[in-house]
């Protein structure tokens, strides 16, 4: 795939949590785009694993990303040119159960992954990924940009505002954009992306994977808000985001050195509802109900993403639509659990043609 300019032909790239949902997809991208790929991640979180079905051959470290000697040891030892930083924990309910844990790893962890490509000598920076839920949730209709406050009601959602501060207080203390070229070479770009669904999530506490998990287990699934509403988009949207975040990076292009939002149009934001309504269309089997539960921790009820920042200086669009997303999704589940096939392949390609097709920036 001669994408995103062929950037990364060859380069040395690192993606730190490699075994998660996106991480296993963006490996997955970056190997058809020719780079030589590093994972990074302290282990396998699911069964089945998106990263294992995908049998990737690449280079696998099973690191904390809170040890920093041993993380800087093979950071030193790889000498990347990027790293896509993903490492974290994920979960807006087990980030309830073990907040420490959260807080460590989310702001911690990737303070160690700044602080180390300071003495890096290969690297041209950094694309951080967080969260859309990084910014102080008021439950309105608002859609949030990228001058919004940081915030966090949930542990979760305030170790990525506090991970955002993180990343704000390293680009102006140590990788300055009056300094480039200078007393650096680094730029240090991060990426904000809505709820995202594609094939090959079977994590905890998610709308979809919870669904599929229960429907083969010929289980109803209790939704606990189905009125909440999300910046539902496919997996391959975000990622493409942080492609192009990473080509700049890779130019020396300062001007990425920034928060950006990556999210569907304003329309595509849906309600949990019809998220599921849309998804039993494409396959009868899925079963949910709505019962009235008490005693639920806090959860955003209303979230919404202005990306007309990445649309504006980036030229950066979103390919499909949501009635395309969940199909795709769905039908990733459907063909894995009825003739044992994986699409993540099939998908990627699909993508890219539409993307072809519409013009999009980076596909030429």
């Known amino acids: 795939m001669k994408l995103f300019g062929n950037i990364y032909q060859g380069k040395k790239v690192v993606v730190t949590g490699h075994t998660g949902f996106k991480g296993s997809w963006l490996v997955f991208w970056l190997q058809k785009l020719g780079a030589i790929v590093y994972g990074i991640s302290d282990k396998i979180y699911t069964n089945p694993s998106h990263i ?16 920093y000697k041993e993380l800087s040891n093979k950071l030193q030892e790889i000498q990347p040119d990027i790293i896509f930083h993903l490492a974290a924990q994920a979960l807006v309910r087990y980030s309830y159960q073990e907040p420490i844990e959260t807080f460590t790893t989310n702001i911690i962890g990737t303070a160690n992954i ?22 102080e949730n008021f439950e309105n209709d608002w859609a949030y940009n990228e001058s919004d ?16 501060l993180i990343v704000s207080s390293y680009r102006r203390s140590f990788f300055n954009i009056d300094s480039f070229g ?16 594609g094939g090959g999530d079977w994590s905890k506490d998610r709308l979809i994977p919870d669904l599929i998990k229960n429907s083969i287990a010929n289980k109803t699934t209790e939704i606990r808000n189905p009125s909440a509403t999300r910046p539902w988009q496919h997996v391959l949207e975000p990622l493409s985001g942080y492609l192009l975040l990473g080509q700049k990076v890779l130019e020396g292009d300062i001007s990425v050195s920034d928060g950006w939002n990556f999210g569907p149009k304003k329309s595509e934001v849906l309600t949990v509802q019809k998220v599921l309504e849309e998804s039993s269309l494409v396959w009868e ?13 806090h ?36 063909d894995f659990y009825t003739i ?8 990627l390609n ?13 596909t030429k």
């Open 350 to 362: 699909t993508y890219v043609k539409d993307a072809v097709e519409k013009q999009i920036i980076w």
């Open 52 to 67: 294992e079905l995908l049998q990737l051959n690449i280079d696998e470290s099973f690191i904390d990303i809170i040890n």
């Open 285 to 297: 089997n899925l079963k949910f109900h709505f019962p009235k539960l008490e005693n639920q921790p």
């Open 149 to 164: 406050r940081m915030g966090g009601y949930d542990p979760y959602s305030a170790s990525k505002g506090a991970a955002e």
């Open 340 to 347: 044992n096939k994986i699409n993540t392949e099939d998908d």
């Open 114 to 135: 700044f602080d180390i490509c300071r003495s890096l000598a290969s690297i041209k920076g950094i694309v951080n990924v967080t969260s859309d839920k990084c910014y």
């Open 182 to 197: 200078n007393s650096h070479h680094f730029i240090l770009a991060s990426g904000r992306a809505g709820n995202v669904i």
């Open 299 to 334: 959860e955003a009820h209303f979230l919404r993403l202005d990306c007309s920042k990445a649309n504006i200086n980036l030229n950066w669009y979103p390919v499909w639509d949501m009635n395309q997303s969940i199909k795709k999704t769905i039908n990733w589940y459907k």
